[in-house]
């Protein structure tokens, strides 16, 4: 985004609700998202991520609210949000017996590109996800991070305005995970704005230009990494004690502490100057109170710590998806 003076807005998105029977999956959302940027949803399982991105891709009816794409209505004109969008799903299902090479060729048929400029869009986007020595090779011998570089380049075949991932490193190693977000800085230096949800907070951290914490359907707060971690002032403490809840009046007197509040790391603190200056008066004051540390902890704060502030718990990382059926593909794909 840097250079731009005029910020343009490619996604709107107003009091957006949607309900599965008596469960409200998103509870009456509205956020925006900028022409040229990354913007990520932040968020655990069951957060209301997928739904989001399932009604903006024409994927599932918009029950209430407005949405709207390159200024395109998502109800009014999914025929035209289709063709400025891209998609890339988590736990996407690719044919196992084509190659890599027919997975993209039948795609760009799938959305009449026509024959030569298929040819060249197919090998520019395997030079992009550094898939060029395995055109020929059937899907069912690739590892699980060159299947997810594939669905990418399939992602990007139509040269979207937008490319929607959903939970695009899932699943995979480390490493894997490093270069596809390499590959997602690449495609987004080249213009493409890039909506993508994780519940991983190195992820939302490293790639975003902006992030919006989202948990039971509702959006918390959105910003930059930066100032998300900037609000929570200089230095975060974490303590417990033998009473937490006889501490926490005694822990308010002290005034270089700013906030405190109850988390599932401890009582955190957010200290307004350097927290080792504070640290003396947090071990005199409990001291005083009759009670004793257990442990006390002191960071720069994190994403996770924004996290933990804005929603009083932490993201577990544990693959406890529960998969649902995905709604209809409407001959897509
Ligand atoms: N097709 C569906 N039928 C019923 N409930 C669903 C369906 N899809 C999602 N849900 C529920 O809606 C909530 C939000 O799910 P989802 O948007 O998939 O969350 P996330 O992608 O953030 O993990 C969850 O409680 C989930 O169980
Ligand atoms: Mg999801």
Redesign the pocket.
């Known amino acids: 985004m840097a250079g731009d003076n005029v910020i343009k807005k490619i996604i709107e998105v107003r009091d957006l609700k949607h309900n599965?029977?008596d469960?409200q999956?998103v509870d009456n959302i509205s956020f925006e998202v900028y022409d040229g940027e990354i913007f990520s949803f932040l968020?655990?399982?069951?957060?209301?991520?997928?739904?989001?991105i399932n009604i903006l891709i024409t994927l599932l009816k918009l029950q209430e609210g407005i949405a709207t794409i390159a200024g395109n209505n998502v109800q009014r004109d999914p025929a035209a949000i289709r063709k400025s969008i891209g998609i890339v799903f988590q736990n996407e299902v690719l044919d196992r017996d084509l190659t890599v090479w027919e997975i993209l060729e039948f795609h760009g048929r799938i959305y009449q590109i026509p024959k030569n400029e298929r040819k060249e869009i197919i090998e520019e986007l395997l030079n992009v996800v550094d898939l060029e020595q395995k055109r020929d090779t059937r899907i069912k011998y690739l590892s699980g991070g060159m299947k997810r570089r594939l669905e990418i380049a399939r992602g990007l075949m139509t040269r979207p305005k937008v490319l929607f991932l959903?939970e695009p490193t899932v699943g995979l190693d480390p490493q894997t995970r490093l270069k596809i977000w390499d590959y997602i800085r690449d495609i987004n230096d080249s213009g493409t704005t890039i909506f993508l949800?994780t519940h991983y907070m190195d992820e939302a951290d490293h790639l975003s230009d902006r992030i919006g914490i989202?948990d039971k359907?509702k959006i918390i707060t959105i910003d930059s990494p930066d100032q998300l971690k900037n609000s929570l002032g200089r230095d975060v403490i974490y303590v417990n004690t033998s009473d937490n809840e006889k501490a926490k009046p005694l822990l308010e007197k002290i005034t270089s502490i700013y906030d405190i509040s109850e988390s599932v790391k401890g009582i955190a603190l957010l200290t307004a100057m350097d927290g080792t200056m504070v640290m003396p008066s947090i071990l005199d004051v409990i001291k005083e109170g009759g009670l004793e540390i257990i442990s006390i902890n002191l960071k720069k704060p994190t994403m996770d710590d924004v996290f933990v502030h804005y929603t009083g718990k932490e993201i577990r990382n544990e693959p406890t998806?529960?998969v649902?059926?995905r709604?209809g593909h409407h001959g897509r794909r």
Do not use: E, M, V
């Open positions: 599965f029977g469960l999956a968020g655990p399982n069951g957060a209301g991520k997928s739904t989001t959903d949800t989202i359907g998806d529960k649902h059926p709604p």
